[in-house]
């Protein structure tokens, strides 16, 4: 039996059950189930993804449509609240964190608790695992106007029942460390990146953007011109991102920090009067203004522009502190992914059927990048393999078949290119009266 990497010919979803497939599972769960010197089926994780093939790499890009994803979430959720809910049929909701290290270490962080995960009951850490994807257990198919499907299995090993429990506690210390969130003012001066409060304005210092030699070409400045006293409304300021130009620290390209004011209390170098009357100044970064009001898109270079704000006005991106080299190269974290997922459990005994529902961003910067990375809106079926009876496994490929294809995504692509259709026909502008300059604004 090999596995192919796709299956060119296009499956419809209501064939799973009559394709090869359910011969194949069968086979794999009982090759797993004999490997008990890698903990046979306790350890299994059987799930089945949605997505779409890259057409040049071939590689397997999981993820829906925010429409398609939002419909079946809306669809689970009707159902599941319309009934009473058990253990075995429930949803949970949970914002995780989870930050990959080398030796395909995970640990996942509960961010509402910012601590790691535990189980309560036999205070293992489950939240430092081990994940390595059975190879040669992988199927790709095609399916007829509809999302591709990748079945996988791994295998989720706890660390500490891999190793010992105490250098899973010291994946617990690293991590939580770096989830741990510092003061505001603090993560201003080492550089996050800023932008100001809703409802109040930047006063841009002409004198100090770069484009100042050109301002008759440049649409924002001409903009800024226009409003009284050169204050930027926030909803205009805030389509692109700033820091703080005197800022206490800067992160290298190999995630050292690099301090300028020798550790000592944050001090600027110019502007003391500005700054002692908590006026900071801020520089914009690369970036574009996506509704510059009678202009729409413009791109900017990183420190065009230059404005003061009161420091009570500026909000930070993200709470959590920039990332920096760990001294041991094995607690250097590689990446970071933020799940706002909710599992619809279907089933909770000896064999468990759940779909997860997660709006997933990654980032390889910090956890501080998160905000910015696009989402990526999963759907996957997870089973652990250990149904039982004579139609193995049917109920997981009928699971996928009932819920992950419960829709055509075809109405999906159509609106959207109606939608963008209809942003074109727009005309560019502010979105709200914060546009029209007002005669007195002490806002900034």
């Known amino acids: 039996m090999q596995n192919s990497y796709i299956n060119q010919v296009d499956m419809d979803p209501s064939d799973l059950l ?61 159902a599941y609240n319309t009934r009473t809910q058990t253990n075995s049929r429930r949803y949970v909701k949970k914002q995780m964190l989870d930050v990959f290290y080398n030796n395909k270490v995970r640990v996942s962080v509960d961010e509402t608790t910012g601590k790691v995960l535990k189980d309560s009951r036999t205070n ?118 700033w820091v703080i130009e005197d800022m206490s620290c800067v992160s290298s ?56 704000i009161h420091i009570d006005n500026i909000e930070t991106l993200s709470k959590y502190k920039k990332l920096t080299l760990h001294k041991n190269p094995d607690f250097q974290p590689i990446n970071f992914r933020r799940k706002n997922r909710t599992t619809f459990i279907l089933k ?16 390889e910067q910090g956890l501080e990048n998160l905000e910015d990375c696009a989402p990526t809106y999963e759907i996957e079926y997870d089973y652990n393999g250990k149904d039982s009876g004579s139609n193995k496994h049917a109920e997981f490929l009928k699971g996928i078949q009932a819920l992950l294809y419960s829709t055509s995504p075809s109405s999906t692509r159509t609106n959207n290119n109606n939608n963008k259709k209809k942003s074109k026909k727009r005309k560019s502008g502010a979105s709200n009266d914060d546009s029209k300059p007002k005669k007195s604004r002490k806002g900034y």
């Open 348 to 363: 909770d005994g000896l064999a468990k059927h759940v779909v997860d529902m997660s709006i997933t961003r990654y980032s």
């Open 18 to 78: 009559k394709s090869e497939i359910p011969e194949y599972i069968t086979q794999y769960i009982d090759q797993l189930r004999r490997d008990s010197n890698a903990g046979g089926l306790s350890n299994v994780e059987i799930e089945g993804r949605l997505g779409y093939f890259n057409k040049a790499t071939k590689r397997f890009i999981p993820g829906v449509s925010e429409r398609y994803y939002n419909e079946m979430k809306a669809a689970l959720l009707k």
């Open 124 to 241: 293992k850490i489950t939240g430092v695992i081990v994940k390595t994807k059975e190879k040669g257990k992988t199927l790709d198919y095609n399916m007829k106007n509809h999302y591709s499907l990748r079945i996988g299995i791994s295998r989720e090993v706890l660390l500490e029942d891999k190793k010992k429990r105490s250098d899973a506690e010291n994946y617990v210390k690293v991590t939580e460390a770096l989830v741990d969130t510092i003061d505001r003012i603090k993560r201003i001066h080492e550089g996050a990146r800023v932008k100001i409060k809703n409802g109040t304005y930047l006063k841009l210092l002409l004198e100090c953007c770069s484009n100042n030699h050109d301002q008759n070409h440049d649409p924002f400045l001409k903009f800024a011109k226009s409003q009284d006293n050169r204050l930027i409304p926030s909803n205009i300021v805030n389509q692109v991102q």
């Open 253 to 308: 390209l190999d995630r050292r920090l690099i301090r300028f004011h020798d550790g000592k209390k944050f001090e600027p170098q110019q502007n003391l009067k500005d700054y002692n009357q908590r006026f900071y100044r801020i520089i914009s970064l690369a970036g574009a203004f996506h509704d510059l009001p009678n202009y729409g898109y413009f791109p900017i270079p990183y420190g065009a522009y230059t404005g003061i």
